[in-house]
């Protein structure tokens, strides 16, 4: 079983759509939670992270954490072409730095 | 603005070359250090943790002596790929937590290092 899971996609949601991207994760002890976005070629870019149960709003984005669930959701609001991209769901066990990333979700705004 | 910056963006070289790639913390200290490969289409790799100080960390399947890292100062990390093959182009990216070492401070990536071996 994969420590960290996301749906590959693509996620396709027209221009102006709330676009949601899920992650499930193995580890209970898991204690802090991000999400980076990658352009293609490019090296992730973070744009969220989350760290208790509940949402976390910041501008078009919003970080929903359900710790019972192991399950951590990224919603974009009013979606852009420019949102279309790989979102990396990424995980940190215990103390150290050590990140665990899932493979990636590729999510296309279309117009 | 850019809080890790790596050097350099992209590498074509002939097989059996030594490749440097760098990776400095801009305006904050890292005592620790992170290097990934992502081939393509394909998540990231974590290979090793630079320590600042002292040996580095390597991921299981990774040779520590392929894959050379040195964590000289607070703010510096350099990855060497020793006699580098064509199996070991990929995109390279280091990343730093912001704010040194402390538990829950979200990692920052450099723009990455694209290497080719011919």
């Known amino acids: 079983q994969k420590e960290v899971e996301q749906n590959s996609g693509p996620l396709s949601v027209p221009e102006g759509a709330i676009a949601s991207l899920n992650c499930t994760y193995s580890?209970?002890?898991?204690?802090?939670f991000f999400w980076y976005r990658q352009y293609s070629g490019k090296s992730p870019e973070l744009i969220m992270s989350i760290y208790s149960n509940g949402d976390k709003e910041d501008g078009r984005f919003t970080a929903q954490l359900n710790k019972a669930s192991q399950y951590v959701s990224l919603l974009i609001r009013d979606s852009q072409p420019s949102d279309s991209a790989t979102y990396l769901c990424?995980?940190?066990?215990?103390?150290?730095?050590?990140?665990?990333f899932g493979t990636g979700t590729q999510l296309k705004v279309e117009l | 603005g850019a809080v890790v910056s790596q050097h350099p963006s992209r590498v074509i070289c002939k097989s059996g070359t030594s490749v440097k790639i760098e990776c400095r913390s801009l305006?904050?200290?890292?005592?620790?250090m992170f290097w990934y490969r992502q081939f393509p289409k394909k998540s990231l790799m974590l290979m090793a943790t630079?320590?600042?100080?002292?040996?580095?960390?390597?991921e299981q399947g990774v040779e520590k002596d392929k894959f050379l890292i040195n964590h000289a100062s607070l703010t510096l990390s350099t990855l060497t790929v020793t006699s580098a093959h064509p199996e070991d182009s990929s995109f390279y990216i280091c990343s730093a937590p912001l704010g040194g070492s402390g538990e829950n401070q979200p990692q920052h990536f450099g723009d990455g290092t694209r290497l080719s071996i011919l």
């Open positions: 630079s320590n600042e100080g002292s040996k580095a960390t390597y």
């Open positions: 305006d904050f200290q890292a005592t620790t």
């Open positions: 990424a995980t940190r066990t215990g103390g150290g730095n050590k990140l665990t």
């Open positions: 580890d209970r002890g898991s204690q802090s």
